[in-house]
């Protein structure tokens, strides 16, 4: 294993329950629960995120949102505000990316930034110290931090003190570190593979990297080799950039819903133009344009159209949104529309213009 090298893992804490709280600090100290409506118990759906204080309840991430209810019917339960927490991680991501030259997104709230050049952990340890500081300054919002030698051992380091954590795991401290540790931390083992490694008395990580590893490979195939990695601390990934993830989106709620083709127009137009800007601004180069609308009965729609070409052509965006719209335009009182780019990729030399799109479906 290549021990040279310094990898961060951030996570927001709780970050859809904490982007809710900041804007509105009334919700401070109170138990903040996101996703479906409880409707007083007869809510479908599960729970997205629970602040620390609703987890001092027992509620979960992926807990249906009844149970939650029933264990805390007091708490404050809110729906998923996806602008909202797109809008703030974006901010976030762009603060990450500015410490790193490799840097990853793997979710909404999760990145990894490789840092091997800044040549010491006490030196990453200090440079994570300002990461979270930049971020709680800039965007009041606490993140926890794992500091390892592969992205593996950053990622479950990162979740060792939450919330506001930050864990620096060196080469030398690894097994002490990981050995007590049960398997579940592994990302990729689950509840089935927890119980089938219990039950042949494998609860930690260190059972697991000491376990004969041809009894692992007859019963659980390649997996086995993997898992046996895993545990000893063993992962090569690489920290890359991964474009593929990554969108550029707009949305707006009408405040009074409208079927009027010139309102309707003016806002297509308008937010064609802030996606254009965001991703000049970003960088980027876009493949797939979606068009979201929500009608006033909340059903919502979208159709999208992927180009055979990467552009950042304006004029290919306002057409294709325009296209892509009318289909939507049946009388029927629209109440958000959106405009989203994604099958990103940096700009590079390659620059198409609409003239050389065909348009499969
Ligand atoms: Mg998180």
Request: net charge neutral; proline share 4%; glycine share 6%.
């Amino acid at each position: 294993m290549r021990d040279n090298r310094i990898i961060l893992h951030i996570d927001m804490d709780s970050f859809f329950a904490s982007a809710e709280i900041r804007e509105n600090p009334d919700l401070k100290g109170r138990p903040v629960v996101v996703g479906a409506d409880p409707k007083a118990g007869k809510g479908r759906g599960v729970v997205s995120t629970a602040s620390y204080e609703a987890r001092k309840f027992g509620i979960r991430s992926g807990m249906p949102i009844s149970r939650a209810y029933r264990l805390c019917p007091s708490a404050v339960f809110l729906p998923v505000n996806f602008s909202l927490y797109d809008r703030v991680s974006d901010e976030i991501m762009k603060i990450l990316r500015s410490y790193a030259g490799k840097f990853q997104q793997v979710s909404i709230d999760e990145a990894y930034l490789d840092v091997s050049n800044i040549g010491s952990f006490e030196a990453a340890v200090e440079l994570a110290k300002r990461i979270k500081q930049e971020i709680y300054g800039k965007e009041k919002l606490t993140c926890s931090v794992g500091i390892a030698p592969s992205k593996i051992i950053a990622k479950i380091a990162s979740d060792h003190q939450k919330p506001d954590g930050l864990t620096s795991v060196e080469p030398s401290r690894i097994k002490e570190f990981l050995s007590p540790l049960p398997v579940r931390k592994i990302i990729g083992i689950g509840k089935k593979t927890e119980a089938e490694l219990n039950a042949i008395g494998i609860k930690t990580i260190g059972q697991l990297a000491e376990y004969d590893i041809q009894k692992l490979i007859s019963r659980f195939g390649k997996w086995g080799i993997y898992m046996h990695d895993l545990a000893s601390g063993i992962d090569e990934s690489e920290v890359e950039e991964e474009e593929c993830c990554k969108s550029i989106s707009r949305e707006l709620t009408f405040e009074q819903d409208t079927d009027d083709p010139e309102i309707l127009d003016r806002t297509l137009h308008s937010m064609a133009e802030d996606v254009h800007r965001a991703l000049i601004e970003e960088g980027f180069l876009f493949k797939t344009l979606t068009i979201k609308v929500r009608y006033s009965n909340f059903i919502t729609r979208t159709r999208s159209r992927t180009l055979v070409h990467f552009t950042d052509d304006p004029a290919a965006i306002k057409s294709l949104s325009a296209e892509l719209f009318r289909d939507f335009l049946e009388g029927r009182k629209i109440r958000l529309v959106g405009i989203r780019l994604s099958n990103l990729e940096k700009t590079g030399s390659r620059q198409k213009y609409i003239e050389e799109f065909t348009s499969p479906a």
